[in-house]
């Protein structure tokens, strides 16, 4: 099973997406980087052999007018409407709800939040009767954020599933599909690793590869 990486880090220090290659890595998975702000991405024949994507964060904004971005949101979009499992981090949530939404009709989905949040955040998971990345884990977490920009308008027919006392929109999914999108860094451990909900996301989110590896 393939594994798809768009790694969206600017800065030459941070590229290869490490913390994040490194919590989905398992044996019996590929994990593939590529970078979209290289305008490097694989062809569309190389694209359907993977099994998931995986979008990163960025010090760009998701709404900006850069080219590789405009790109990368048509990208990330033929690839929802896929129906493959897709996980978008931090900038990747918000690129995704920028893709569906502009589509859509609905413009500045994204944009400055009125709170910027960075290290330790409280957040709450608001819908645990139908929420599945986060089934198992306590109402209240402590996740690591790193944002100033925020989803001000989920896609129509998604669920919210979590929220912070600054932002609203912490985190969504499809409700039928395998696909997620979170505004913190499931990938890097806060002050307390003992309560870090990251390994837990992500083993939810692998599990169905993890499945397919298995039979």
């Keep these: 099973m393939k594994i798809l990486v768009l790694d969206n880090n600017v800065k030459p220090e941070f590229w290869g997406a490490r913390d994040l290659v490194a ?8 994990i593939h980087t590529r970078r979209p702000a290289a305008l490097d991405y694989p062809s569309a024949a190389a694209a359907a052999t993977f099994d998931a994507l995986v979008v990163s964060g960025s010090l760009t904004r998701a709404d900006a007018k850069d080219d590789w971005v405009i790109r990368e949101t048509n990208w990330v979009l033929a690839w929802l409407d896929s129906g493959k499992p897709f996980l978008g981090v931090c900038f990747g949530h918000q690129l995704m709800c920028r893709a569906l939404q502009e589509r859509a009709g609905v413009r500045e989905a994204v944009g400055p939040a009125a709170t910027a949040e960075h ?3 409280k957040i ?4 645990r009767s139908r929420t599945r990345l986060f089934r198992g884990l306590p109402e209240m977490l402590v996740v690591q ?6 989803v001000r308008t989920p896609p129509s027919g998604w ?4 929220r912070s006392d600054a932002c609203a929109v912490q985190a969504i999914e499809h409700p039928e599909r395998w696909q997620f999108g979170v505004q913190f860094h499931p990938e890097r451990a806060g002050s307390k690793p003992s309560n870090d909900p990251g390994p837990s996301i ?3 989110f692998l599990n169905p590869l993890l499945s397919k590896v298995a039979s």
């Design 145 to 150: 954020s790193a944002h100033q920009d925020e």
């Design 202 to 204: 992500f083993k939810t």
């Design 23 to 30: 919590a989905l890595r398992r044996p019996g998975l590929e």
């Design 124 to 127: 709450q998971v608001t819908d």
């Design 119 to 121: 290290g330790d955040t």
């Design 159 to 162: 669920l919210v599933t979590a």
